[in-house]
């Protein structure tokens, strides 16, 4: 898929534009208030961004030959991803493109979708520090264990329904 | 402005590392591995821009005090429905979701519930939409915005047994917190 090629990214452009516009109408303040937030995110993002694709770049290249046979087969496929996806730093959006290598390459739809929970679910190391000082070191626990729960869960889930119904093929 | 460096520095160690692995054991593959990335790179900057102004919208209009407003105590599955739902709503970063489950947790809301807001936050954000769509396509992103609600629900019934347990831990905290 190209971004400048394909219709649906111009659709999604013109109608966030036609939301600025509206918010402009309705309220300028607001406006520039959505402006500065956006443009503080874009900045603070895209280095994190940048040396997360950069890294993938590198990552896709050593880990081919452990993707290619653990992620095939789905329980070990699911198991290697919810260890990995705990591991894997950085914002919670750099996965999507680690994700699509695996499933371009043939990786087993389980194990793609336990990556990204289990990536998502918890930040580490970032957000975990913040999670123990504000809600504590049980409520963290509890919410590590679930969190493995919920992305083996998630795994097993895409897998079956992928299984009896072919959404994805390699 | 601490955490940011040192995911920064994490990232950039372990990029590192990876170029150093990718030097010795694959020289001839250098190439290949900027061009994915620099590729990936020039498609995503876009998108990127247009969901940072999506975001930022978000953040302006949807009001930030109505995932508390909103939430009135329910029937378990529904409520742990309803908090999912809201979570999956409420953009940003999970460490600026912590003052909203601190809040949240202030009104009285049960630890499970809480649980299944941040499982729901966590897994899918508005932000986060059209990057998916982009990498993954279509008919992932349903499938995931489904399960996500499911897999909410499902982490606040596995919470449900020892929500009393976690609930005493949370007002423990916040005393301390508050002292």
């Keep these: ?170 | 402005m601490l955490d940011a460096v040192m995911v920064e520095g994490t990232l950039f160690i372990l990029l590192l590392i990876f170029f150093v692995w990718v030097y010795v054991s694959f020289p001839t593959r250098i190439g290949e591995a900027i061009d994915f990335s620099v590729t990936n790179l020039i498609e995503t900057i876009p998108i990127f821009i247009v969901a940072s102004l999506l975001a930022g919208w978000v953040d302006a209009w949807v009001d930030k005090d109505l995932v508390v407003r909103l939430f009135k105590q329910r029937g378990l599955v529904t409520g742990l429905f309803v908090i999912t739902c809201l979570g999956i709503a409420t953009p940003g970063p999970i460490y600026s979701i912590f003052p909203i489950v601190y809040v949240l947790k202030k009104k009285g809301i049960d630890s499970h519930f809480l649980i299944a807001y941040l499982t729901g936050q966590t897994l899918m954000g508005p932000m986060r939409i059209p990057l998916e769509i982009y990498y993954l396509g279509t008919t992932f992103f349903v499938f995931r915005l489904i399960s996500t609600v499911l897999l909410g629900v499902f982490a606040g019934l596995c919470a449900y047994p020892i929500h009393r347990w976690l609930n005493e831990s949370l007002e423990r905290v916040s005393a301390e917190f508050n002292r």
């Design chain 1, 1 to 170: 898929m190209n971004i400048f090629t394909d219709s649906s990214w111009w659709i999604v452009g013109i109608v966030v534009a036609i939301m600025y516009i509206w918010s402009l109408r309705k309220n300028r303040e607001k406006t520039v208030h959505a402006f500065r937030r956006s443009g503080r995110f874009i900045l603070k993002s895209l280095p994190l961004f940048f040396l997360a694709v950069l890294l993938i770049g590198f990552m896709q290249i050593v880990l081919a030959d452990f993707i290619e046979y653990s992620f095939q087969d789905p329980n070990v496929g699911i198991l290697s991803a919810t260890v990995l996806g705990l591991l894997l730093p950085g914002p919670r959006y750099a996965i999507y493109p680690l994700a699509q290598v695996i499933l371009v390459a043939g990786g087993n739809i389980g194990a793609v979708m336990a990556l990204i929970a289990s990536q998502q679910l918890l930040d580490v190391p970032e957000g975990c520090f913040i999670e123990v000082k504000f809600l504590g070191g049980r409520f963290f626990l509890a919410r590590l264990l679930i969190a493995v729960a919920t992305t083996l869960v998630a795994g097993y889930l895409a897998y079956a329904v992928n299984f009896f119904i072919p959404l994805w093929s390699p």
